[in-house]
Structure formats: structure tokens, C-alpha cells
């Protein structure tokens, strides 16, 4: 099963761990709660923010506000007012100073906030999420992060699991970097991604993630040739010796199976070609995962 996350446009879910997070965040979507997405640098905490609050109901907008911004939250008022009945995304929330977090708490408590130069309160009718690449306990005991906004937050927290180790999804994203990548040059370039490189991109550790995937065949789709993308048109970050690619078990094999199969519109054959194994392995896979 592959669940596509279309509030921005883009972000395939085809692994257990990615199909679960999907799924939590659409039961967290209607609530009203203030939630946390928590997970490393470009592992899709934007993306899924923008799925949660396209899933809400909300008829009010997405507003981000980046964190680390020294002159605080609360001069920027007019970002809540443009997110009334949306949603205010916090980007990067520990890096903002403890009295700008404090700004945030107080508003949200209140449900109100000052317009800017003036005295007047406005209802606050915005639903928050947070992002943090970090636990938010840990960031609390190192005086990170505000304990009443952690608990605001409560335990509405999605954590986001790597993309390393998630072996069919960095399959089913490459091809989808790859068919966007065709389809913004009109439909010209290559259509495949060949084994051999398709095999050193699932195995690859992506410290970067989606956002360093994505970057990835950007690249690739401009070096190879018509036929397909070879392993020496990937960047040399992701083919350098000392890259420790990873070992993919079985259950990854007989999830990429059945993604290939599902892929190729049911054939067996062009399956194996996708993943450079025999039919018979496809089969197999496939037959054991149905047990």
C-alpha cells in the first residue's frame, strides 16, 4: 500500500513505519490540540504540518515561522492573524530565545494576541504545531525549552522516523523525484532508474533525508543519459567508499518486491529488471509477504 501525502505536492509513505506516522497524523488532524512533529533535518516535518492541517478541516492558512529569529514571535502578530481557523507552524521552536517561547505560551493559553502597535486583543483562533529535531524532554532538561510549553503541547508528539533504513520508501521517492524532475523538462530524459544505482540509493545512510534524496536526483536526472540513470551519474557523496552502505533484510526485500511489482503495473518481469533480481525472487517475496 503507498499513501501519498499531497498537502505539498509531494511525499510517498510505502514503508510500515512512514504508513503508521501517516496514519497518526490524520487521527491528530481534526483535534484541536496544539501538536510536535519531532525528527532530523529534512525528514518531512513541513510536508506533514501541511498534511495535518489539509486533513483538519481548517479553512483558515498555513503560516510558517521560522525559529531562531532573535527579535522573538511576538513582533511578527500578524502571522497569527493570518493563520485565524488555520494553522501556525513553529519551525525549529528550540532555537527560538525562552521569551519569545514564552510569547508563544502566554498567546495560545490566552487565546488572544496583541495587534502590532496597538493595545487591542485579537481571539486567537489558530491551531499550533512545533518542530524540533530533538525529544522535547531532552531539550527541557537542558533549559531549551520552555516545561509549560512542552506540556501545552502535551502528548500530542509525531515522531518522524529517518529515511535511512526505510529501504521501499527511498525506492518509491526516487522514482518520484525522478518522474517530477521528467516532467518539468517536458517529458524528456531518462525513465529509469538502472539496479545497480537504484540498489546504492536504498543502501545509502542520507544523513540530509527527503530534503538530501530529493537534491540527489536532481542531479542524477542531469547527468545521465536518455536510457536511465547509472550508479556513476549519482552524487559522490552517495558513492564514495566510505558511505557504509546499509544491509537490507528481508523484510525490506519483500517490501521493495512488492513495490517494484506494483510499480511495473503487475509484471513480474519488469519488476525483476527494476530491482536487478529473477522473476522467481518477485514471486517469492511476494507469496511470503501474503502469508
Known amino acids: 500500500m503507498t499513501h501519498t501525502i499531497t498537502a505539498a505536492g509531494a511525499g510517498i509513505a510505502c514503508s510500515a513505519a512512514m504508513i503508521k506516522t501517516v496514519a497518526l497524523a490524520k487521527r491528530f488532524a ?11 533535518t529534512g525528514v518531512g516535518k513541513r510536508l506533514l504540518a501541511r498534511f495535518i492541517h489539509s486533513e483538519s478541516g481548517r ?3 498555513f503560516v510558517t515561522i521560522s525559529g531562531g529569529d532573535p527579535t522573538g514571535l511576538m513582533p511578527q502578530p500578524e502571522a497569527f492573524e493570518q493563520a485565524q ?10 532555537l527560538w530565545p525562552l521569551a519569545s517561547q514564552r ?13 502590532r502597535g496597538t493595545e487591542r ?21 537542558e533549559g531549551r525549552l520552555l516545561p509549560g510549553l512542552r506540556w501545552f503541547i502535551g502528548e500530542f508528539v509525531i515522531d518522524l522516523p529517518p529515511l535511512r533504513g526505510r529501504f ?9 523525484f525522478l518522474d517530477r524532475a521528467r516532467e518539468e523538462s517536458g517529458g524528456a530524459g531518462p525513465r529509469l532508474v538502472e539496479a545497480e544505482a537504484l540498489d546504492r540509493l536504498i543502501t545509502y545512510r542520507w544523513p540530509g533525508n527527503v530534503r538530501q534524496l530529493r537534491d540527489a536526483l536532481g542531479w542524477s536526472y542531469l547527468q545521465a543519459a536518455a536510457d536511465g540513470i547509472r550508479i556513476i551519474d549519482l552524487p559522490r557523496a552517495v558513492i564514495a567508499h ?21 510499480r511495473t503495473g503487475g509484471s513480474r518481469q519488469r519488476a525483476a529488471q527494476l530491482l536487478g533480481v529473477h522473476p522467481n525472487t518477485i514471486d517469492n517475496h511476494r507469496r511470503a509477504a501474503a502469508q
Open 242 to 262: 566510505d558511505a557504509k552502505p546499509l544491509a537490507v533484510d528481508l523484510a525490506g526485500r519483500r517490501e521493495l518486491s512488492r513495490w517494484a511489482f506494483e
Open 59 to 61: 479553512t483558515g492558512a
Open 168 to 176: 521501499v520508501d527511498i525506492a518509491a521517492l526516487s522514482y518520484h
Open 103 to 115: 510569547a508563544v505560551l502566554d498567546a495560545m493559553e490566552e487565546r488572544r494576541f496583541a495587534r
Open 85 to 94: 481557523n488555520g494553522t501556525v507552524f513553529l519551525h525549529d521552536l528550540p
Open 30 to 40: 481534526p483535534l484541536p490540540r496544539a501538536m510536535a512533529l519531532v525528527g532530523e
Open 121 to 141: 486583543y485579537i481571539p486567537l483562533t489558530s491551531r499550533l504545531i512545533v518542530a524540533s529535531q530533538r525529544p522535547l524532554d531532552e531539550l527541557v532538561d
